[in-house]
Nanobody, 118 residues
Framework: QVQLVESGGGSVQPGGSLRLSCQAS??????????MSWYRQPPGKARELVAS????NYADSVKGRFTISRDNAKNTVHLQIDSLKSEDTAVYFC?????????????WGQGTQVTVSS
């Protein structure tokens, strides 16, 4: 069973930086075959896509401040977050998607909390 474990969250002041990491294990296929993304869920709001590693797609609200990267040799994906704003406060989730023809299966981590406050 695929397991994703996020780390690196914390409390920071506006303008600060964090580097989130997601370690994958229990993979059925090579890590490189999984489409990796980061999502976040702000308090009281729906989960939203932040960044996708393979398409280098970013939410408009984070463009220029967030950078996603993956290390296939270490089965990890990172999210560098700079110039943090209070509206970035959320639980950040790592997601792995395996596509099977017309179908797909998504795997999720437990999330890591990011709080931006002065």
């Amino acid at each position: 069973q695929v397991q994703l474990v996020e780390s690196g969250g914390g409390s920071v002041q506006p303008g600060g930086s964090l580097r989130l990491s997601c370690q994958a294990s229990g993979l059925t296929f090579s890590f490189s075959a999984y489409a990796m993304s980061w999502y976040r869920q702000p308090p009281g709001k729906a989960r939203e896509l932040v960044a996708s590693a393979d398409s280098a797609n970013y939410a408009d609200s984070v463009k220029g401040r967030f950078t996603i990267s993956r290390d296939n040799a270490k089965n990890t994906v990172h999210l560098q977050i700079d110039s943090l704003k209070s509206e970035d406060t959320a639980v950040y989730f790592c997601s792995a998607r395996m596509i099977y023809g017309a179908a797909h299966r998504d795997y999720w981590g437990q999330g890591t909390q990011v709080t931006v406050s002065s």
